[in-house]
């Protein structure tokens, strides 16, 4: 047994301490994906090679890696200040992101909780709730409403609205009092279509159907992806985001968006309530606020469930909720810097743009042995391939494993259904280039 020194300061390869997150890691280990650094649209091996950022980073990398502005700001930030305290203290970077997140919002959702990743969004958001209708004297709404095939992070709350199984079947009887709306998806009416499908948008009148089963009294929140991502890119429904916010209103119901993946101009719009026109009570981001290289996460309130709160003796706390790495100065600065890129550099509007393009190019994928369907929306692409009998999930496994060693491409997997998603810097050129490496790898595992 090596003492302490002796261990940390041995160079090891040795692969066996770290228990990689939501990855197969005995077959990891056996041909590791190994990625050394990265800039712009590329990640580099560690001896070289040129790999194509087909997914920005995992859908958060969105002005493409290691741009320089982010690097400075993070760099002068950790020499000023490399930590305070946003509990009863905070620096003036925390006010300056929240203002500006806040003013790429629509409508009055303009106070913003900050923490450090989707999943504690999504926890944030449905304490928010709860706790808003508790102050408002209907704390008898305790019933949260997801999604099927909705992703909400991880978190205990986050996988009990989350409606992908195995997500939750291991981890017990999650949170009590949760029922789910039914997916949006149906391939017979929808395979194939480019942006919102025209079917699907009644399915929002499940929530008639809850609110009648339940009671409207009892209802918190209902919680909805405005695109569901890692379930395989389902765009919503004409209308049907509409028809959930009617709802809502007409029940006295909070509407949630997770914006975890949406925001920050996925959908070629600062978040995709702009986009549908649709303004939810509480807004989850995180991702692509800083463009992934700092982690951070926040919630956007509308401006009556914040006010809700303020009330009681000035010295009491309004909220007891919070985090020790909430408004962290480096992800102040590394969201500042992003922020900067993004409206100079005018990225929204470039995905918005190069949406048609991306779209057309996507569909060339029709066709191809065992593609069931291809989705697209903004700047991402859901294409389900046919699962192997016998074994599902293999097929994708294989796509994804073969794109990175075979292609040096990057594409996200959730079971046979490839994703992609490239940072909104893209060209057109390098467009065709992901989907032509991506047509040769679903090819490789026909
Ligand atoms: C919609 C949505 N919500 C929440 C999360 C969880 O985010 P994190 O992994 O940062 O906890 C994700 C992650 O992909 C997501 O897509």
Redesign the pocket.
């Known amino acids: 047994m090596p003492d302490a020194n002796t261990a940390l300061a041995r160079q090891t390869n040795d692969l066996d301490a770290f228990w990689l997150p939501f990855t197969p890691n005995r077959a990891f280990k056996r041909a590791p994906r190994m990625i050394a650094r990265a800039k712009g649209m590329h990640y580099f091996t560690p001896d070289g090679r040129a790999v194509l950022d087909g997914l920005a980073g995992?859908?958060?990398v969105n002005t493409g890696h290691n741009r320089d502005p982010i690097v400075a700001a993070i760099s002068l930030q950790a020499a000023e200040l490399d930590y305070s305290a946003a509990f009863h203290f905070t620096h003036p970077k925390s006010f300056e992101l929240a203002s500006r997140v806040a003013a790429l919002a629509p409508a009055d959702l303009n106070r913003v909780f900050f923490c450090?990743?989707?999943?504690?969004?999504?926890d944030t958001a449905l304490k928010i709730a709860l706790a808003y209708h508790s102050v408002r004297g209907e704390g008898a709404r305790t019933r949260l409403i997801g999604r099927e095939r909705?992703?909400?992070?991880?978190?205990f709350g986050?996988i009990s609205v989350g409606g992908i199984v195995n997500n939750r079947k291991f981890f017990g009887t999650l949170l009590a009092g949760v029922d789910h709306l039914p997916a949006t998806y149906s391939r017979e009416h929808q395979a194939f279509t480019k942006g919102e499908p025209d079917w699907g948008g009644h399915l929002a009148d499940e929530l008639e159907r809850i609110v009648a089963l339940h009671g409207a009294s009892t209802i918190a929140a209902v919680i909805v992806?405005p695109m569901?991502?890692?379930t395989g890119v389902l765009p919503p429904p004409k209308g049907y985001l509409e028809r959930l916010r009617a709802i809502c209103d007409k029940y006295g119901i909070l509407l949630i968006f997770?914006?975890?993946?949406?925001g920050f101009g996925r959908l070629g719009y600062a978040f995709a309530a702009e986009r549908y026109g649709v303004t939810p009570d509480l807004l989850?981001f995180?991702?692509g606020v800083t463009s992934g290289a700092v982690?951070m996460?926040g919630v956007i309130a509308r401006q009556p469930v914040y006010d809700a709160f303020m009330h009681g003796p000035e010295h009491v706390i309004e909220l007891f909720h919070g985090y020790t790495y909430s408004a962290h100065p480096l992800a102040c600065a590394a969201g500042l810097a992003a922020l900067d890129l993004y409206r100079d550099e005018k990225l929204f509007e470039r995905a918005k743009r190069l949406e048609p393009r991306f779209a057309e190019v996507a569909m060339t994928l029709k066709g191809l042995p065992g593609v069931l369907d291809v989705r697209t929306i903004g700047l991402s692409a859901g294409i389900d391939l046919a699962p192997r009998p016998e074994a599902p999930g293999e097929r994708g496994y294989e796509a994804m494993d073969r794109a990175f060693h075979d292609e040096d491409l990057v594409i996200r997997i959730s079971g046979d259904t490839l994703a992609i998603a490239p940072p909104l810097i893209v060209s057109e050129a390098q467009i065709a280039e992901i989907f032509d490496k991506t047509a040769r790898v679903i090819r490789a595992v026909a």
Do not use: M
């Open positions: 995992l859908w958060c450090n990743s989707g999943s504690e969004a999504v909705g992703y909400h992070g991880v978190g986050g992806e569901a991502g890692s997770d914006e975890v993946i949406t989850c995180a991702k982690p996460g």
